[in-house]
């Protein structure tokens, strides 16, 4: 059975970094690409940043410059390195499939940014 586990998440102040890992049983990461998203109170569920299994990125326009995306196909594990947080990126965030499958969601990790 696949599984997705996010970890990484915290409490930073505006201006501060964060790493998620996303790590995955199975063979999923050979055969696809990933995504990083997130959801805030009240908003819908939105697509952050995605990498495909040639390593080729994409950012969504709110994040590009910020957030940097990678994968280690060895380790079954996905990353998001996230520097220059705001308080705007507050959310719980989810790693999956690109595009995302309804049965791999996870617990995600809570991103909070503050002062």
């Known amino acids: 059975q696949v599984q997705l586990v996010e970890s990484g998440g915290g409490l930073v102040q505006p201006g501060g970094s964060l790493r998620l890992s996303c790590a995955a049983s199975?063979?999923?990461?050979?055969?696809?690409?990933m995504g990083w998203y997130r959801q805030a109170p009240g908003k819908e569920r939105e697509s952050v940043a995605g990498?495909?299994?040639?390593?080729?990125?994409y950012y969504a326009d709110s994040v590009t410059g910020r957030f940097t995306i990678s994968r280690d196909n060895a380790k079954n594990t996905v990353y998001l390195q996230m520097n220059s947080l705001k308080p705007e990126d507050t959310a719980v965030y989810y790693c999956?499939?690109?595009?995302?499958?309804?049965?791999?969601w996870g617990q995600g990790t809570q991103v909070t940014v503050s002062s």
């Open positions: 999956n499939t690109l595009p995302w499958s309804d049965y791999l």
């Open positions: 199975g063979s999923i990461f050979s055969t696809n690409a």
């Open positions: 990498i495909n299994t040639g390593g080729s990125t």
